[in-house]
């Protein structure tokens, strides 16, 4: 049973590189999550999807991007990478079958370092 | 904004006490809340969820809503030193999605 996958773990790139942060979960969850987690703030969301093509913007959203063409990946992409986006990064999933609001699943998560 | 904070700590725990750790939220929507744990370096576990007012018990941990005062709260009994984390209380919000507050940093001292 593997869950939920991120990968990489651990990836160190320069401003302005565009970066992939992948996400792969093998239960057919609907939804969907990539959060960032900064020392002080806690975990705030950035993107979110509800199914396969169908993505929305969460709190901090500026210099992401999200696909789902698939309902198992979920890749976030950084289009222009700012030392600001220095973090580490969650993926997670839910059922979403209750409109009150399912438990997520957490990834292992990719600690992310821009230089 | 909608908010949901916690007291950073640490909260100081000796082995075999009981933590209390507390909870705001400001989204009155909210309907579902959940509390996760969280080790250094690792990613947060569910350990409670609760969706009614009152209370909500899973072997040492007990967890308490109260909508009116919007208030969530954590009772970890009989602290063990593998209870020492950062445990994470989120709300949904009007759409389903989970707010999280910033985590309180528990250390169970023997």
């Known amino acids: 049973d593997a869950g939920i996958t991120q990968s990489p773990r651990y990836k160190i790139t320069e401003t302005g590189r565009q970066v992939t942060l992948m996400c792969h979960q093998t239960?057919?969850?609907?939804?969907m999550f990539w959060y960032r987690q900064d020392l002080g703030h806690g975990l705030r969301l950035i993107y979110y999807s509800a199914a396969a093509d169908i993505t929305d913007k969460g709190e901090v959203s500026d210099g992401y991007v999200v696909s789902r063409s698939k309902t198992e990946n979920f890749p976030l992409t950084l289009e222009s990478a700012t030392r600001s986006q220095t973090s580490v990064y969650f993926c997670?999933?839910?059922?979403?079958?209750?409109?009150?609001?399912?438990?997520?699943?957490f990834g292992n998560g990719t600690r992310l370092t821009v230089t | 904004q909608k908010e949901v904070e916690q007291n950073s700590g640490p909260l100081s725990v000796p082995e075999g006490a009981i933590a209390s750790l507390n909870c705001t939220y400001s989204d009155r929507g909210s309907q579902s809340f959940f509390w996760y744990r969280q080790y250094s370096g690792k990613s947060p576990e569910l350990i409670m969820s609760?969706?009614?007012?009152g209370d909500k018990e899973d072997g040492r941990f007990t967890a308490q809503l109260n909508k009116a005062s919007q208030y969530v709260s954590l009772l970890i009994r009989d602290s063990q030193p593998s209870d020492s984390a950062t445990y994470l209380c989120?709300?949904?919000?009007?759409?389903?999605?989970?707010?999280f507050g910033a985590g309180t940093q528990v250390v169970v001292t023997p």
């Open positions: 609760i969706y009614s007012n």
């Open positions: 239960w057919s969850h609907s939804y």
């Open positions: 989120a709300a949904s919000d009007s759409w389903g999605k989970l707010q």
């Open positions: 997670a999933s839910s059922t979403g079958r209750s409109r009150k609001g399912s438990p997520l699943h």
